[in-house]
């Protein structure tokens, strides 16, 4: 093979607003020959070129990264990009035929008002439910591209919802890792072993290659074989935070000894060196709250125009009685930063993989018993509501309230979380209830749910469970001191609190200075719905169908 072939890749980041400008990274995955490589890119008239790093040899190639710093300026900009070795385009075949050698991507004016576009759960975590959905497994990644193009090619828009898209950000499950245990799999022979012998099993050094193999092959192969995904990472500038699929299903809400054991840290010391290079661009990543060589979580703060984000990490240092370990106090230390310097007209965007509010998981036992045909417990574990972890969310809204509450008087402002993981999409919020010391100044934060964008919804029964649960008043929440958080899942037009569709989330501020948010959903019906042991017959593509619910926060 040609050298100038890119193996995976290319991987456009955004890091953020520093010193006037805005920081983006591109990486890729080149094969094992090369030894330097440029980043040469098109700004207006300007054309400019930095040298990669390099930052890993891997099994399959060399791994690198480059930055682009754009200056912020009152208008719109493209940047094109291309990655040269020995001074020829290296490329990737779109086809047989077809070579793509070069990228651009949107840039918007400093004052500008940004569109975000928000996915997450991008796979399947069995083969059965792969059979099961009769779609295209990009379907939705197709949609998102072609939506892109158009945008790009619009640089009169009026309105936001009509420019490019100016980040992705992916909230978790980029992969699915699920598969290590099947036959023929690293860890088949491992899994099929008494507990107590998996809990002590030693870690061989070939067994560490294979599962090392594991997951490098993993991503190359969830990241390569569609075209419009390829171009969304290539295209669109990426925020990403993994999840528990990233590792293993349930990591971090398993019993801690099985989590301690040699064959899970052979697998989670794995996952975190292909997440820190592909999904997080290196440790070298300005967005990072740590900022160190071996960063104990992968938390990030950034500014990006009309959003302050914070991307919480919460699988690195999570077990059954903690969730964000370390993480926590430098997401409050990313809570003061950004409010030192906030801006009118911000809002605050916090990234969490599992949402914060989703159905109530009651523990008593009959809503167990109810639940636990559809969720293991390491699943129900997940849940911020979850009895060990229901301080620790306590802690976090709390937080934002107060932040909310500093910034109110002088610049009302919106706080949102973002998250998927659940594979249904859907909106509420927490609204602070009043009382006597604080009458006029409740605080409202609202979650946003968009899950998944390759992953099918539930099965029709698990569905059914779903809207039953769902349909049982949530809590109120009590964080002290008379601050009473009362929690609402929103219902649509026809009076549903989940969307049972694949989808993905775009949001943007309006011309009516309220907030949108644009869930892009296939819409299919299909035999067998429900059935795991028959699978769909696949559908040719004009018999999908998709459309977008769009509601104002």
């Known amino acids: 093979m040609s050298s100038h072939n890119i193996v995976l890749g290319p991987l456009l980041g955004l890091e953020g607003e520093h010193a006037n400008a805005t920081i983006y990274s591109v990486c890729f995955l080149s094969e094992n020959d090369v030894d330097a490589a440029s980043l040469a890119y098109r700004i207006g008239k300007q054309h400019l070129r ?40 290296a490329s990737y075949a779109l086809t047989r035929n077809a070579l793509v050698a070069e990228w651009s991507f949107f840039c918007p004016a400093a004052k500008q008002r940004v569109q975000l576009a928000f996915a997450s759960c991008n796979g399947f975590s069995s083969d059965k439910v792969r059979a099961q959905h009769p779609a295209p497994m990009d379907y939705l990644w197709q949609r998102m591209q072609q939506q892109q193009v158009a945008h790009m090619a619009n640089a009169d828009y009026a309105e936001v919802v009509d420019a490019p898209y100016a980040a992705l950000i992916m909230g978790g499950d980029q992969i699915y890792a699920d598969a290590i245990f099947n036959q023929k799999q690293p860890l088949y022979a491992w899994s099929q072993k008494p507990l107590k012998e998996q809990l002590s099993a030693p870690v061989s050094d070939t067994l560490r290659q294979r599962i090392d193999s594991f997951y490098l092959d993993t991503y190359l192969r969830s990241w390569t074989q569609s075209a419009a995904l390829r171009y969304c990472l ?29 064959t899970y840290q052979a697998m989670f010391d794995s996952a975190k060196k292909y997440f820190t290079l592909f999904q997080v661009r290196s440790v070298n990543n300005q967005a990072l709250q740590q900022a160190t060589a071996a960063p104990a979580h992968f938390g990030m703060t950034l500014r990006f125009r009309d959003y302050g984000l914070l991307v919480m990490d919460n699988r690195s240092q999570r077990t059954l009685h903690n969730i964000m370990g370390s993480g926590k106090a430098d997401f409050i230390q990313g809570l003061a930063a950004l409010q030192a310097d906030w801006q009118a007209g911000q809002k605050l965007l916090v990234v969490s993989g599992v949402p914060f509010l989703y159905r109530h998981f009651s523990e008593s036992d009959n809503n167990i018993r109810l639940s636990i045909q559809f969720d293991a417990y390491d ?19 709390q937080r934002l309230l107060q932040f909310q509450a500093s910034l109110q008087a002088h610049t009302p402002t919106k706080v949102f979380i973002i998250s998927g993981d659940v594979h249904v999409a859907a909106g509420g919020s927490y609204r602070e209830q009043p009382n006597t010391a604080n009458p006029s100044n409740m605080g409202n934060i609202i979650q946003l749910i968009s899950s998944g964008i390759v992953h099918p919804p539930p099965l029709s029964m698990e569905q059914s469970v779903i809207r039953l649960a769902s ?12 601050c009473i958080l009362s929690a609402t899942i929103r219902k649509d037009a026809a009076g549903n609190r989940f969307l049972f569709h694949r989808n993905y989330a775009c949001m943007h501020e309006g011309s009516d200075h309220k907030v949108w948010v644009n869930w892009h959903y296939e819409t299919i ?29």
């Open 525 to 553: 019906t299909f035999a067998n719905a429900g059935d795991l042991t028959t699978p769909a017959k696949t559908l040719a593509s004009p018999t999908l169908a998709y459309q977008v619910l769009s509601l104002p926060y």
């Open 471 to 482: 349909s049982i008043t949530q809590p109120d929440i009590d964080l002290g001191g008379g």
């Open 50 to 89: 930095s040298e990669f790093t390099l930052i890993s040899h891997l099994s399959r190639g060399k791994f690198w990264r480059a930055e682009i710093t754009i200056p912020l300026a009152k208008l719109d900009q493209v940047c094109n990009y291309q990655i040269l070795i020995e001074a020829q385009a």
């Open 234 to 262: 290539a295209s669109i500038p990426s925020i990403m935070m993994w999840d528990d699929h990233d590792i293993i299903d349930g990591w971090g809400s398993q019993p801690y000894r099985l989590e301690t054991s040699p």
């Open 379 to 397: 699943d129900m574990a997940d849940h911020w509501r979850f009895s060990t972890h229901y301080d620790e969310m306590c802690s976090i809204l």
